[in-house]
């Protein structure tokens, strides 16, 4: 049988959720490195800033020490690869490769 107790949280390190967003940001930053120059300031730094931002949210939610606030923060996530997924479909339409 499993052991059912979880381990305690002692920072947003250790979240697997955190751990799964830098990995997405990983992901989107090797993604992006083939885009064309051009792209730079345009859908390479929106996925980038996109990308960064949900990991940096679970960062920022857990500094409120307040469950409210931390579920605040956890709450602006979810929205947040929609965005990415809306570049993606501009990716392609500008012949460029998608992301994920």
């Known amino acids: 049988m499993p052991c059912l107790v979880s381990p305690i949280v002692q920072s947003y ?5 955190w751990k799964k967003a830098m990995s997405f940001v990983l992901a989107i930053y090797r993604s992006t490195e ?3 120059k051009t792209e730079t ?4 730094s929106q996925l980038r800033r ?3 931002s949900v990991p940096s949210n679970i960062a920022e939610g857990q500094g409120r020490r307040s469950t409210g606030k931390f579920k ?3 709450g602006e996530c979810p929205r947040l690869p929609d965005g990415s997924r809306d570049t993606d479909s501009d990716c392609s339409r500008v012949g460029l490769p998608e992301t994920t």
């Open 13 to 17: 390190r250790d979240l697997i959720v």
């Open 34 to 36: 083939s885009f064309p």
């Open 41 to 44: 300031y345009g859908l390479t």
């Open 50 to 52: 996109a990308a960064v």
């Open 72 to 74: 605040q923060f956890f």
